[in-house]
Structures are given as structure tokens and as C-alpha cells.
């Protein structure tokens, strides 16, 4: 079977000359063949436009800086990043490609930017350094130039200051001046400041270190020592066969962490305060958040083991720590990115997975749970906007199928039974809402529909298209419709009668009297969903061109389910995953078009019957 594999694999790279016939190459060459697909969508704080990320024709991987005037209607280019690179390649520092790898960015050219909150200026990263666009203003404002790399650059609350990681010390530049301060001297070999340690980007999902006070004196960072942590050998291929060899600490499980502190600089002076992050030192410093107040500091402590964690309020006034709630899980915890602080009243919207999915809750600030504000056996994902003066809260979440992602609002004055769905669409949806949540953009796609993007009312009433990327002749995927293969959709039992999601890809010239092979896509999980409705023109793709069966399942184990239909595999992985997959498998042998006389054989992460 290994040998069919491989002689399969030879065939579709080779492909045949018919435009019509999809091959790797046109696979990953450009134009995408998802279309004219747009990334980084924001809306301006005073809401005039839409800015986003768009590749480049001769290369959809390399991002210019764009926006959409919402009064005039104009699409236009702010910034190209040839213009500023010169046309040169741009190389990255090592921390950088790390930092990229993390968040899975595998674009380059102008990857991501930041408003100032007047609307007024754009900060973006380019080449290792750093630069503001004046909107209306023909070129950008070079801010840094240095032989160094700049990271993790974010404007202050009020716009005055841009800050930045270099050297693995903070630095903030005023804006109008140009003046530098160096916040932090101590950084370099082991210690990281205002960085976040490998752990927290790979696993805990926080990818900086430092963060500023609403009122802009301040900024709260992480002091992070990685010398207890082993050195260890991590391998990286090339396209042509190299291997390169790099050193990486990494704290496998029952060896040493690094040491977290968590330190509050002010600005005026570069004085530092330490906060007190509790007795036990092998924690995990998970989330940090200010109050509206600027005088505490919120950060969430995880145990090493993940089965509890602390909310603390730290005042910096009095120096003292109140831990306002405490969550336990039998197997573990998972983080999220959805405290918010009222501005107008002391309360505070926390989420939690108690009842057994994640819903949000309103609390006072001494932590007494206030009510749910949503409810039931589904899961929400994020929070999006909270318009306290209108009394809603904007949320992504998987109300009506797990398969599918929208946008919801709930009260703010407890009412689970106001739960409202704003996407109308079908498919997967990724949203932006206005500050004011009077509109939101819409990023979305369907397997019929390619990514398209749209501004639209917050009743989700459409105002105009950003991007519409119709699927016509001009389509860069149009030579390929005629043998588009469109997953179905279905379910199947677990063993303990638990409903599993799967989709199904039949061969482009299916015939219900023939047998096929089936090719089982699997990931299994934790914390990846692959049965998902939305476009997706990719590998399984050319293999259901080219007379292959492709079938996926979400296991147990895989997300947006629910925690007991993750926790199943808590020290026990490995056992209902396979039981689920087999479960799949036995689907398929029950159709009559599988290749019956097939055996199985694991290729990475795919499984060939």
C-alpha cells in the first residue's frame, strides 16, 4: 500500500496540460485560487473606512496595506510594501520568525497594523522597523530605523506613544517628537522583558508581554527567565532537503518552567512596582488585564497542572492582591480571551466552561456572579464588541451547528431568551464590530462561496461589499468549476451513542455502480475542529479529482463541542479518538462505492483505505 501511495502522489503532481485540471502547482501559485481574498479586516474608529491586508497579484502571500472608503466607495492602496523594502526580500530576526510561527502568520510584506484611537494614524511593522501612516498622507512616517528588529509594537490608549520590543527590552517613542525611552535594560540571553515565553505563545495563547494602562502612565510587563529550561535540538527541513539544526529551550513535562514576574513601569520616572503573583513560583501567568480605573492590574494565575485558576485584582496603590474567583476543572482548564470591564458600572463579563460549555457571565467587581448571559449546549467563541450604552454584548459563537460560526447579541440586563443571530449566511463567519456597534464587517464563506467581505448594519442588513469575490469567469478558480467537488455534510454515533460530525468528498465523476478508495483526513484533536462548513480548495480537493473517496470526522476530543466531549481524552488519548475514526471507517465500508478490498496504512496524519 505504502508503494500505491507513492506512485498516486507522482501522478497528481504530474497532472495533464488540460486548463481545467488542478495541480499542486496551481494549487499554491498565485493568483489564490480562493480569489481576491482579503485578511486584517478593522474598522476605523470613527468609522469612515475599512482598512485590510490583500496580497499581491504575483503573489497572494505577500500583503500591501488597503482600505475602503465607506462615503465615496473608492478602494485604494495606502501603503505597498515594495515602495518601503525597495523591492528587496525581507529577512526576519530569528525572534521574529519564531513570534510568526506562533501565531501561525505565514504571509510577509505588511502582516499587521494598529489604529491610534482618534482613527487618525496607522502603526505598522515592516523590514524590523517601524512605521506610522497619517491618514490622508501620501507615504509613511519612518518611526524606527536601526540594525536591530522591532516587535510587538502597539500605539498607547490615547495615541501619544508607540511601543516596542527590541533587544528583548521595552522601549516606547513619542510620536510627535520622536523621542525614545528605554523602559527596561535587563533584557538579553535568558531574560525576556515584555516578551512572552515559548509556553505562553505556543500553548497559552498569549503572544505579548506587556501591556499598557488605559490611561497611558503606565504599562504593566513580564520579566521572563529562561535559564531553568533545557536546551534541546530542534530540526528544520527546507524545500531542498537541508536540514538546520537549532537550539530551543523547551520545558518538557516534569522538567523546569521558566520564572515569570510581573513588574508596572511608569513612564515619567521608568520606576518599577513587582506585584506579588502568589507563593507558588511554577506557575502559569496566563492573561493580564488593566481595570478602567488604571490603578489595578487583573492577571489570571494557572496552576502547572491547568486544573485551577485565579482572577486577581492587584492594586497598585495599597500593593495588596485580592483574588475576586477561582475556577477548578477534574481534567483541565481552557483559557480564553473574553474579560471585559464595563467602563460605566463595577461590573465586569467573564466566561466559563462550569455548566459544561462556554457561556459568558456578568460579575461585580468582588466577584459575586451577577447572571448568565447566555446559555444552553452550544459553545461561544469570543466576545466581539460590548455596546454598554445600548445594553448589548456582541459575540461569536455555534448556536444552531457546531459546523458553523456567526455573530449573536445578547442583553446586557441578564435575558438569555434575547439571544438575536446577525449573520444570515450559511457558512463560517469572522467579524469585526464597530466601537460604536452601529455596523460590523462580515469575512465570510460557505463551500459554495468563496471568502467574501462585507460591511453591514448590526441587524446584519448588507450596506455594501468591501470585497464580493463573485465565483464568475473571471474567477482565478472559474477553469476549475466544472469538476469542483462540494463536501456533504453528515453525522454518525459514537460507540457511546455520542453525535459526531463528518464530511464526505466523492470523486469529481462519482458513480454510484463503481467502488472507490477513501482517503480518512484526521487530525483528532485537542483544540482543532476539521468538519467546518466554509470554502476550502485544497489538497483533499485534487485527490476527490483524481478518484479518491475523502472523508473527515471530528472526534472526540476535537473542539467547539463542548468540555465533556473534549475530556474524553484526558490521560487517555489515543483510545476514543481511534474509536471514533474506526467508527468513520466502518461508514464508509458500509457504502457501496468504497474500494472494499483496501487495507488501511498511516501516512502522517492521513489514512489511506
Not at 368 to 395: C, H, N, R
Not at 467 to 476: A, I
Not at 528 to 536: F, K, L, P
Request: proline share 4%; aromatic share 10%.
Amino acid at each position: 500500500m505504502r508503494t500505491a501511495i507513492f506512485a498516486a502522489g507522482i501522478l497528481l503532481a504530474a497532472g495533464t496540460s488540460h486548463a481545467e485540471d488542478l495541480t499542486i502547482e496551481r494549487l499554491v501559485g498565485s493568483p489564490s485560487l480562493d480569489g481576491p481574498r482579503v485578511a486584517g479586516l478593522k474598522l476605523a474608529p470613527d468609522g469612515s473606512r475599512v482598512t485590510f491586508l490583500k496580497g499581491k497579484d504575483r503573489d497572494f502571500r505577500i500583503l500591501d496595506l488597503w482600505e475602503y472608503h465607506i462615503a465615496s466607495g473608492e478602494t485604494r492602496m495606502l501603503v505597498d510594501s515594495d515602495d518601503i523594502l525597495g523591492g528587496e526580500e525581507e529577512e526576519l530576526s530569528e525572534v521574529e520568525k519564531a513570534r510568526r510561527e506562533r501565531q501561525r502568520i505565514r504571509s510577509s510584506g505588511i502582516v499587521e497594523y494598529h489604529y491610534s484611537k482618534d482613527g487618525k494614524r496607522l502603526l505598522f511593522p515592516l523590514g524590523g522597523d517601524l512605521y506610522v501612516l497619517e491618514i490622508g498622507a501620501d507615504e509613511a512616517k519612518r518611526l524606527t530605523e536601526t540594525d536591530a528588529f522591532e516587535t510587538d509594537a502597539k500605539f498607547s490608549p490615547k495615541g501619544n506613544y508607540v511601543s516596542f520590543i527590541r533587544d528583548q527590552n521595552l522601549f516606547v517613542v513619542d510620536v510627535e517628537t520622536g523621542t525614545e525611552i528605554q523602559l527596561s535594560s535587563e533584557g538579553g540571553d535568558t531574560i525576556l522583558i515584555g516578551m512572552a515565553e515559548f509556553v505562553a505563545q505556543e500553548e497559552m495563547g498569549r503572544d505579548t508581554g506587556y501591556w499598557w494602562a488605559p490611561d497611558e502612565s503606565r504599562i504593566a510587563f513580564t520579566r521572563v527567565d529562561e535559564s531553568p529550561v533545557k536546551l534541546v535540538n530542534r530540526y528544520e527541513l527546507s524545500g531542498d532537503g537541508g536540514v538546520t539544526t537549532i537550539e530551543q529551550r523547551y520545558p518538557f513535562a516534569g522538567t523546569p518552567n521558566v520564572t515569570v514576574d510581573l513588574g508596572v513601569v511608569t513612564l515619567e520616572d521608568q520606576k518599577t512596582q513587582w506585584i506579588d503573583l502568589g507563593d507558588e513560583e511554577d506557575i502559569y501567568l496566563a492573561r493580564v488585564n488593566w481595570l478602567p480605573d488604571s490603578r489595578h492590574v487583573a492577571f489570571q494565575r494557572e496552576s502547572r497542572d491547568q486544573k485551577q485558576l485565579d482572577l486577581v485584582f492587584a492594586d497598585l496603590e495599597s500593593c495588596t492582591n485580592r483574588t475576586v474567583l477561582t475556577e477548578r476543572a477534574e481534567t483541565w482548564l481552557n483559557l480564553h480571551n473574553n474579560l471585559r470591564f464595563l467602563k460605566n458600572s463595577d461590573r465586569f463579563i467573564w466566561s466559563s466552561e462550569k455548566s459544561g460549555y462556554r457561556h459568558l457571565y456578568l460579575y461585580d467587581l468582588s466577584g459575586k456572579e451577577l447572571a448568565p448571559l447566555t446559555a444552553g449546549d452550544w459553545v461561544v467563541s469570543g466576545i466581539k464588541q460590548v455596546d454598554e450604552k445600548g445594553g448589548k454584548l456582541y459575540f461569536t459563537g455555534f448556536h444552531e451547528t457546531p459546523i458553523e460560526s456567526h455573530l449573536y447579541s445578547v442583553s446586557l440586563t441578564p435575558d438569555p431568551k434575547s439571544l438575536t443571530r446577525l449573520t444570515v449566511e450559511k457558512g463560517s463567519h469572522n467579524v469585526s464590530v464597530s466601537r460604536d456597534a452601529s455596523v460590523f464587517v462580515d469575512n465570510y464563506s460557505a463551500p459554495k462561496v468563496p471568502p467574501r467581505a462585507a460591511l453591514k448594519k448590526i441587524d446584519g442588513t448588507l450596506i455594501t461589499w468591501i470585497e464580493e469575490n463573485p465565483l464568475d469567469g473571471d474567477h482565478p478558480y472559474a477553469p476549475y468549476l466544472d469538476k469542483h467537488v462540494e463536501p456533504e455534510f453528515g453525522t454518525l454515533k459514537a460507540e457511546d451513542g455520542t453525535i459526531l460530525h463528518y464530511s464526505l468528498m466523492k470523486p469529481a465523476d462519482f458513480d454510484a455502480k463503481k467502488t472507490y478508495p477513501a482517503v480518512v483526513n484526521v487530525y483528532g484533536g485537542p483544540g482543532v475542529q476539521r468538519v467546518r462548513n466554509s470554502w476550502s480548495i485544497d489538497f483533499d480537493q485534487i485527490l476527490a479529482r483524481n478518484g479518491y473517496v475523502v472523508f473527515k470526522l471530528d472526534n472526540r476530543g476535537s473542539t467547539n463541542r463542548g468540555k465533556a466531549f473534549e475530556d474524553v481524552i484526558y490521560h487517555n488519548m489515543g483510545s476514543a479518538e481511534v474509536s471514533d475514526q474506526v467508527t468513520g471507517a466502518a461508514f464508509l465500508a458500509s457504502l457501496s462505492m468504497w474500494m472494499r478490498t483496501g487495507s488501511a496504512f498511516m501516512a502522517g496524519l492521513m489514512a489511506v483505505i
